[in-house]
T-cell receptor, first 114, second 116 residues
Framework: AQSVTQPDIHITVSEGASLELRCNYS??????LFWYVQSPGQGLQLLLK??????LVQGIKGFEAEFKRSQSSFNLRKPSVHWSDAAEYFC????????????FGTGTKLQVIP | EADIYQTPRYLVIGTGKKITLECSQT?????MYWYQQDPGMELHLIHY???????EKGDLSSESTVSRIRTEHFPLTLESARPSHTSQYLC???????????????FGSGTQLSVL
C-alpha cells in the first residue's frame, strides 16, 4: 500500500528565509509525487509534480522539489519565503491506472513571521 | 484558476436532516472526486466518478451517496446527517490531458459541514 509521511505538523519561518518541507513516501514502484498548497478557506492547488526525468522539479510560485529515490523523499523547497506563502502544504503519492489513486499526507502548516 | 464550485460554503444543520452538497465544474473533466478532510488528518477519498452514470466508493467508507447525471455536476447526499458527519468535504476533478506523470487535481473551496 502506498503512504505518505509529513513529519512536520507546523513550521514557522521568517519572511525572506529559506524553506524546506519534508515528505517521505512508501510505494512499490516509481510513484507519481505531488505537492499541493491549501490557503485558508480554499481548496488545494497543485504546486508541482514528479514522475520521471530530472529529479529536481520546478513548480509555480517559486517552489521546487527534489526526488531522492534512495531516501524515499520528495522535499519541497523555496529559497525566499513571502508572507503570502503562509498556508498548509500537502504531499501526495499517486499511481496510474483506474481512477488514479492518490494518497495525501497529513499536511504541514506554514506560518511566516515578519 | 479553478473552475470548480462548491455550495454551500458552510452548512450547520441538525441531526437527522437530509442534505445535498453541490459540486459543479465547467472544465469538461470526466473524472470527479469527493474527499473528506479533517484537521491534522490526510484527505480521504470517499467517492469518485469516471464519467456520466459512473460512481464508485473510495477508500474511506462513507454513508453518503453521489450521483453523476451530467458531466459537470457531482452532488453528494447524506440521507440522515449525524454529528459524526461533521467535516470538510472537498470536491475535485482531474484533467487527463495534463500528460504523463499523474493527473492534476482541481479542487473546489470545500463545504464545511457541522451537524449538531
Amino acid at each position: 500500500a502506498q503512504s505518505v509521511t509529513q513529519p512536520d505538523i507546523h513550521i514557522t519561518v521568517s519572511e525572506g528565509a529559506s524553506l524546506e518541507l519534508r515528505c517521505n513516501y512508501s510505494y512499490g514502484a516509481t510513484p507519481y509525487l505531488f505537492w499541493y498548497v491549501q490557503s485558508p478557506g480554499q481548496g488545494l492547488q497543485l504546486l508541482l509534480k514528479y514522475f520521471s526525468g530530472d529529479t529536481l522539479v520546478q513548480g509555480i510560485k517559486g517552489f521546487e522539489a527534489e526526488f531522492k529515490r534512495s531516501q524515499s523523499s520528495f522535499n519541497l523547497r523555496k529559497p525566499s519565503v513571502h508572507w503570502s506563502d503562509a498556508a498548509e502544504y500537502f504531499c501526495a503519492v499517486g499511481r496510474s491506472g483506474g481512477y488514479q489513486k492518490v494518497t495525501f499526507g497529513t499536511g504541514t502548516k506554514l506560518q511566516v513571521i515578519p | 484558476e479553478a473552475d470548480i464550485y462548491q455550495t454551500p460554503r458552510y452548512l450547520v444543520i441538525g441531526t437527522g436532516k437530509k442534505i445535498t452538497l453541490e459540486c459543479s465544474q465547467t472544465m469538461g473533466h470526466d473524472k470527479m472526486y469527493w474527499y473528506q478532510q479533517d484537521p491534522g488528518m490526510e484527505l480521504h477519498l470517499i467517492h469518485y466518478s469516471y464519467g456520466v452514470n459512473s460512481t464508485e466508493k473510495g477508500d474511506l467508507s462513507s454513508e453518503s451517496t453521489v450521483s453523476r447525471i451530467r458531466t459537470e455536476h457531482f452532488p453528494l447526499t447524506l440521507e440522515s446527517a449525524r454529528p459524526s458527519h461533521t467535516s470538510q468535504y472537498l470536491c475535485a476533478s482531474s484533467d487527463p490531458r495534463t500528460g504523463t506523470g499523474g493527473e492534476k487535481l482541481f479542487f473546489g473551496s470545500g463545504t464545511q459541514l457541522s451537524v449538531l
